[in-house]
């Protein structure tokens, strides 16, 4: 059964009202603004018949007052009011009321607005309902397709890795360099994640050279450096077809490209160079510095800092090298590094 709250300072209006309600509601009866503010604080209630005209709080701010209340402000209110002027009416739906019914009561014409729009606020709460039940279900689909996107990108990158014996981990660490220094760079959660995702892919294209260029231990041939050099191409047009990441296939394309336009594959310069390849050309740079390979241990951390230093404005941006040298000095035990 629906409850309503009768709000009014005269006994004999309070009776009227119960005496009409009782049969198809719950009715609690209160003589003032603020008894009705003392009981929405406590309880809740599915309508509000409040009095216009009443000492102390009248209608008007006992309204502002229980919008303002977290729990109540969506309850519907319908004033009782025996004015009948133009001004009247309009100061009761500016308050926010659904709407107000005239003095002396009639019992037909009170029931029938009552039954009206309870029904209307009991579909608009069945609905409200029924989004955000919707909203919930879509939201959490949309995080499980989130991680299963995370994992297969996770993998990918763990199969990339594994082609070459001298550089495990090595994505999934430019990932963390390249995100790291995108947010020292300001740039939303949103870019974040597509930097990090870039960053994990960004040597996809390796899975197009043969296992024997890539664990070579010597120096490569001409014709086997060129081989090698088609990686950016091929991760970029593996990458391009996914239509839900546009951005994802930048990173893999262009990363290989210098900032004095002496990099491959298009010899791109300066901004030319999309941001999203200069952050992870960088972060590849100092990782690859930063690990393992068949002719040397890691590199000192001081030679790596000294090196990204010198190719400051030849082979990266110089904003974003001043960037990777903070991290790498504010690194005291040099833990960003293969381990």
Request: no cysteine; aromatic share 6%.
């Amino acid at each position: 059964m629906d409850r309503i709250l009768v709000v009014d300072d005269d006994i004999m209006n309070l009776k009227m009202a119960e005496h009409i309600l009782k049969k198809n509601y719950e009715v609690i009866l209160v003589s003032s603004g603020q008894e009705a503010l003392d009981f929405l604080a406590q309880e809740t209630t599915d309508m509000i018949l409040l009095d216009l005209h009443m000492p102390e709080l009248n209608g008007l701010e006992t309204m502002e007052r229980i919008q303002a209340m977290d729990e109540a402000s969506e309850i519907p209110v319908i004033f009782l009011t025996a004015d009948n002027e133009r001004e009247t009416e309009i100061k009761i739906f500016n308050a926010g009321a659904m709407d107000y019914i005239q003095k002396p009561f009639l019992a037909e014409v009170v029931l029938r607005r009552i039954g009206r729009l309870l029904e209307l606020f009991h579909l608009q709460q069945s609905l409200q309902q029924e989004v955000e039940k919707k909203t919930g279900e879509l939201r959490e689909s949309s995080q499980r397709i989130q991680r299963l996107s995370e994992q297969i990108m996770m993998s990918l990158a763990s199969v990339i890795d594994a082609k070459d014996t001298y550089t495990r981990g090595h994505s999934m660490r430019v990932a963390e360099y390249a995100r790291e220094l995108a947010r020292r760079m300001g740039k939303t959660p949103r870019e974040l994640d597509n930097i990090y995702y870039s960053g994990l892919l960004h040597d996809i294209g390796k899975i197009g050279v043969s296992n024997k260029i890539i664990n070579k231990p010597g120096r490569l041939t001409e014709e086997e450096y060129n081989v090698m050099r088609a990686h950016p191409e091929i991760g970029a047009e593996i990458l391009g077809n996914i239509s839900e990441l546009p951005d994802i296939s930048i990173g893999a394309h262009w990363h290989h490209e210098h900032y004095d336009g002496s990099g491959y594959p298009d010899r791109l310069a300066g901004e030319e160079i999309p941001e999203v390849a200069r952050i992870i050309g960088v972060a590849d740079a100092y990782d690859a510095m930063a690990s393992r390979r068949s002719y040397r241990d890691v590199l000192p951390q001081e030679v790596v800092r000294k090196e990204i230093e010198k190719a400051k404005g030849i082979q990266f941006d110089p904003v974003i090298a001043e960037y990777m040298i903070k991290m790498i000095e504010e690194d005291k035990e040099y833990k960003m590094r293969e381990q």
